[in-house]
C-alpha cells in the first residue's frame, strides 16, 4: 500500500516535469496524485475498479480545486499531473494491441473497460467542476 | 476549449468591446469582436500543433487575468506574451530524465518488480528523447509510434538475456506516449456538451493508441516473443 501510494506521488510529479507543470508547483501535484492512487488502491476490492476510479478522480478533482483557489493558478496545474496515475492510458494501448494482434475478444472487454473508466474518470472531474463553479461564481478565481 | 474561449472573451471584454464571441477546437480559433461602433473585427487563427504546457498556460491565465482587473496595459500583455513565446526554449534532457520516472512508477503500479521498474524507467526516458527528437518534424503518430518501437525493442532485446516481465516493462515504458488524458479530456468535453472538441479529441486518443500498438506489435511479432 505505502509502495503504491509512493509510486502515485512519483507519477504525478513526474509527470508534472513531462506537462511543464510551474516548477513551485510541482510537489503538491505530487501529492494529489498520491492521494487519488491511494484512495484507487483501497476501494478497487469494495466499490469495484470503475466506481474506485469514479470516487478517487473526485478527490482529485476536489483537492485541485481548492489548490487552485488557495495558490492562484489554473486548476489544470493541479489536476492533470494528479489524474495521471488514474487515467487508462494502459487499457487504452492494450485494447489496441489486442485488435492488432487479431485477438478481437479481449480487444471488445478492453475497449469497453476503458470507455468506462475514462467516463468515470471525466464524470469526477465534471461533477466536482460545475458544482465548484457554483459554489464561487461571484469569485471567479482560478480556471 | 472552454477555459480557452473563457479567457478570450474575459480579455475581449476588458479591452472595450460591446459583444465577443470565440469558438475554439483543439485544431483552430475563431474570435470576433464588436467595437461600441458596430464595428466587427474577425480573425481565424489555425492551430497546426500543440505540446503539453502547463507552465505557458498558468502564465497566460495570470496576465488575462491582470489585463481584466486593468492592472496591466495592452503593450505590457503583449510584450509578455511575447517574452512567453521565446522563452519556449528546446526540452532540457532533464524533463525527459524525470519523465522516465513516470514509467518507473507505472510498471510498479502495474504489478512490476524492481527489475521491471528500473528498466521501464530508463527506456521510458529513452522514449521521450525519441520522441523530442521527432517533435516538429513528423505527425504525432509516427512520433509514438517510433517511441513503441524503440521502447519494445530494447526491452525485447534485454529480455534475451536477463529473466524479467517483458510484458509489464514495455506497458510502463510505453505510459509516457500513452493518450489517457486526451481520451478523458474528450469524454470531459463530451459530457460538457463540446462536441466538436469532444470528437476532434476521441479521434486524436484513438490515432495514438493505435499507433502505440501497431509500433509495439510489429516488434513483438518481428522478434517473435
Request: charged fraction near 15%.
Amino acid at each position: 500500500m505505502a509502495v503504491q501510494i509512493s509510486m502515485g506521488f512519483v507519477a504525478a510529479l513526474t509527470f508534472g516535469f513531462i506537462f511543464r507543470v510551474p516548477a513551485d508547483q510541482r510537489l503538491r501535484c505530487g501529492l494529489v496524485g498520491a492521494l487519488g492512487w491511494g484512495v484507487f488502491t483501497a476501494m478497487k476490492g469494495s466499490w469495484g475498479e470503475v466506481g474506485a476510479v469514479f470516487l478517487a478522480a473526485t478527490v482529485v478533482a476536489v483537492l485541485s480545486e481548492l489548490l487552485a483557489r488557495w495558490h492562484h493558478q489554473p486548476v489544470i496545474v493541479f489536476l492533470t499531473p494528479g489524474i495521471i496515475p488514474l487515467v487508462p492510458g494502459s487499457t487504452a494501448y492494450l485494447t489496441m494491441l489486442a485488435f492488432v494482434q487479431q485477438d478481437y475478444a479481449e480487444g471488445v472487454v478492453l475497449l469497453v473497460t476503458t470507455v468506462f473508466l475514462a467516463g468515470a474518470v471525466a464524470a469526477g472531474i465534471i461533477i466536482t467542476s460545475s458544482i465548484f463553479r457554483n459554489l464561487f461564481r461571484a469569485k471567479h478565481v482560478g480556471r | 476549449m472552454a477555459r480557452v474561449e473563457d479567457t478570450i472573451e474575459r480579455m475581449g471584454c476588458a479591452a472595450g468591446f460591446t459583444q465577443v464571441e470565440s469558438y475554439a477546437t483543439p485544431t483552430g480559433l475563431f474570435i470576433s469582436l464588436h467595437d461600441p461602433a458596430g464595428r466587427v473585427y474577425t480573425r481565424v487563427k489555425r492551430i497546426r500543433e500543440g505540446r503539453n504546457d502547463i507552465a505557458t498556460i498558468a502564465a497566460v491565465n495570470a496576465l488575462s487575468r491582470a489585463f481584466s482587473a486593468k492592472q496591466m496595459g495592452v503593450d505590457e500583455v503583449r510584450s509578455a506574451l511575447e517574452g512567453l513565446q521565446q522563452d519556449r526554449a528546446p526540452d532540457g534532457l532533464a524533463r525527459q530524465l524525470i519523465g522516465g520516472g513516470g514509467a518507473l512508477a507505472f510498471a510498479v503500479m502495474f504489478g512490476g518488480g524492481w527489475r521491471e521498474a528500473v528498466l521501464a524507467g530508463m527506456v521510458g526516458a529513452l522514449v521521450l528523447m525519441v520522441v523530442s527528437r521527432l517533435e516538429g518534424r513528423f505527425p504525432k503518430v509516427l512520433q509514438a509510434a517510433a517511441g513503441a518501437m524503440v521502447a519494445s525493442a530494447v526491452i525485447t532485446g534485454i529480455s534475451r538475456i536477463w529473466e524479467f516481465n517483458a510484458n509489464v516493462t514495455i506497458l510502463g515504458a510505453v505510459m509516457v506516449l500513452a493518450p489517457g488524458m486526451v481520451m478523458t479530456t474528450a469524454i470531459r468535453d463530451l459530457l460538457g456538451g463540446e462536441l466538436v472538441s469532444g470528437l476532434s479529441r476521441s479521434a486524436e486518443a484513438l490515432v495514438i493508441a493505435v499507433a502505440i500498438a501497431v509500433g509495439v506489435a510489429v516488434v513483438l511479432s518481428l522478434g517473435g516473443v
